[in-house]
């Protein structure tokens, strides 16, 4: 059995090179998330696009803006939902579970508190407006 690692080191996706889940993203945004990007710097233009369910972090060319050359430029102060990433709240089991998609979910080991910042992180984006936005869920349908 592979070992597992906390959710937000990222061990796994340095480790397979992988950036699956950096492409055609849909990764929703918080206030805060979008007022600790804009503080380093970065124009809300430049990184976010305004959706029907909120704000969330823009592709250019199929790729998250903030990836370059197979890294996270912002990985220090990368949104909530990345960090969290792959864990992910299923909606038809109304549960959180990690996500089919990314192929090495086994090597991620998610804690009670992630899956509570998981559950603090929906309520945050249902209060922000974003009140059909489930993320993780969307994986399947438009998230990420
Ligand atoms: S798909 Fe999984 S392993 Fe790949 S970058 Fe995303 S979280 Fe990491």
């Known amino acids: ?10 061990v796994p996706c340095m480790k397979h090179k992988c950036v699956l889940c950096c492409l055609e993203t849909r990764m929703p945004l918080t206030q805060s998330d979008i007022r600790r990007i804009m503080k380093a710097g970065y124009s809300l233009g430049g990184f976010a696009v305004k959706t029907r369910e909120g704000w969330r972090l823009k592709n250019r060319s199929g790729r998250c803006v903030f990836l370059s050359g197979g890294r996270c430029i912002i990985y220090p102060i990368r949104p909530e939902g990345c960090r969290l990433y792959p864990l992910v709240y299923d909606e038809a089991s109304g549960t ?49």
């Open 1 to 10: 059995m592979a070992k597992k690692h906390p959710l937000n080191r990222g």
């Open 96 to 144: 959180a579970r990690l996500d089919d998609l990314c192929p090495y979910r086994e090597e991620f080991e998610a804690t009670d508190r992630d899956i509570g910042r998981l559950n603090d992180l929906l309520r945050r984006l249902a209060e922000e407006g974003g009140r059909r936005h489930r993320p993780g869920s969307e994986k399947h349908q438009t998230y990420n």
